[in-house]
């Protein structure tokens, strides 16, 4: 038992030698995405942490495991989508986008794990509509 304590320590401590880049690349805000402020808000609150290079790490994405799926989930979410340089995209992207958030509201975004983490988060019903609403606006 000593022995297997032993070992799962010493990988642990060998874990937090593998530390992922925690970066938020400085962009200008003529880039982000333009939206009214209860939608930015919402934004920001729900989306940002994944989306955007505005990225507010937490104290647990310094310690490995975590910083690993932290970072992962940070790099796939701004690869599908990054509000600070909506402006980078064509006409075309962005209407891709606008479906795929319309799309992903009421589906599977944020996150259960995220939401676990961040209450606030946590969208309702109502913000999920006016989400929608927004993006068939901007459609």
């Known amino acids: 038992m000593k022995r297997a304590l032993f070992i ?5 401590v060998a874990m937090q030698f593998i530390q992922t880049q925690k970066d938020n690349k400085q962009t200008s805000r003529n880039l982000e995405i333009k939206a009214p402020e209860n939608i930015m808000t919402m934004f920001k609150n729900a989306c940002y942490d994944c989306h955007s290079n ?12 975590f910083s690993w799926i932290i970072d992962s989930h940070v790099g796939n979410g701004r690869l599908a989508l990054n509000f600070s340089e909506w402006e980078n995209y064509s006409e075309k992207e962005k209407q891709k986008q606008l479906k795929e958030i319309f799309r992903t509201v009421y589906a599977s975004m944020p996150l259960a794990d ?8 946590d969208l309702t019903r109502e913000q999920r509509t006016q989400i929608r609403d927004w993006t068939g606006v901007m459609k």
Do not use: D, G, M, Q
């Open 8 to 12: 799962f320590l010493a990988v642990f």
């Open 54 to 65: 505005e990225v507010r790490w937490p104290w647990y994405s310094n310690i490995a495991p």
């Open 114 to 121: 995220y939401i676990k983490f961040h209450e606030e988060a």
